[in-house]
């Protein structure tokens, strides 16, 4: 314990560094790590919107719009994108999974064809049980469709489309928050352009949905200042 908190405090800086990076210092102010953070999240949603595919985007959309299923594989960090993916396409009626384990990926992909989507997503494009799981899918028919900052990378090569997003600041790490926001834009912009190829059953299938929660959320509380405002 005591070397172990002894090379904790002569690396301190290092790691620091490594994993956090130059541009935040541990004595700047929370104004400065929030101006700075903030410049960091609207440059890579820039970046990614200079540098998409639209002719990619509107055919993956257009896949998914009249699929049979849409199979979407993330592992680690890529994991939560996929399941927010996931949770967007259930709402409007299209049956689909998202899967973090590859045992249980490898299994549903070999079950997908022609109908099918596969999605990948991999911040690096490097991730082994990823590319696996999409590689396994296209294999039997399904469409692929690799989202990752990396358009050269393994995953791009072997999905039939690529989706590229903002790669990491250099002073940022590949899984933290700026690229996340990126992957989160790309989702958002696929679940918008598929929501309109299904306009009437996703507006059916939304207002649906909405109203088997309705019972579930609480009127708003009216704030003792509303009450003044309405008799002024």
Do not use: C, N
């Not at 399941?83 to 689909?96: A, K, M, V």
């Not at 991730?127 to 995953?155: K, P, R």
């Not at 072997?158 to 899984?175: E, K, M, N, Q």
């Not at 834009?185 to 696929?190: A, E, G, K, M």
């Amino acid at each position: 314990m005591a070397i172990a908190t002894e090379l904790g405090r002569g690396g301190a800086d290092r790691t620091w560094l490594t994993d956090i990076g130059a541009e935040f210092a541990p004595t700047d102010s929370p104004e400065k790590v929030l101006r700075t953070l903030l410049d960091v999240h609207v440059r890579g949603l820039e970046t990614t919107k200079d540098g998409i595919d639209l002719d990619a985007v509107g055919q993956a959309a257009r896949a998914i719009a009249t699929s049979s299923h849409v199979d979407i594989y993330g592992l680690g960090g890529s994991a939560g994108i996929a399941d927010e993916f996931q949770r967007r396409l259930h709402r409007i009626g299209i049956s689909s999974h998202a899967w973090s384990d590859v045992h249980d990926g490898l299994a549903s992909a070999v079950l997908q064809d022609e109908a099918s989507v596969a999605i990948g997503v991999s911040s690096t494009g490097q991730t082994d049980e990823t590319v696996q799981m999409l590689s396994q899918a296209g294999a039997v028919g399904a469409l692929t469709v690799a989202i990752t900052h990396d358009g050269e990378s393994w995953i791009a090569d072997v999905a039939d489309l690529s989706i590229t997003t903002a790669a990491p600041v250099g002073y940022l790490r590949p899984d933290d928050m700026s690229v996340k926001h990126a992957q989160l834009f790309v989702i958002d912009l696929l679940y918008l352009l598929i929501a309109q190829q299904m306009f009437d059953r996703a507006a059916t299938r939304l207002a649906a949905t909405a109203m088997a929660v309705s019972a579930h959320r609480r009127p708003r509380t009216p704030h003792p200042s509303d009450a003044q405002e309405v008799s002024a």
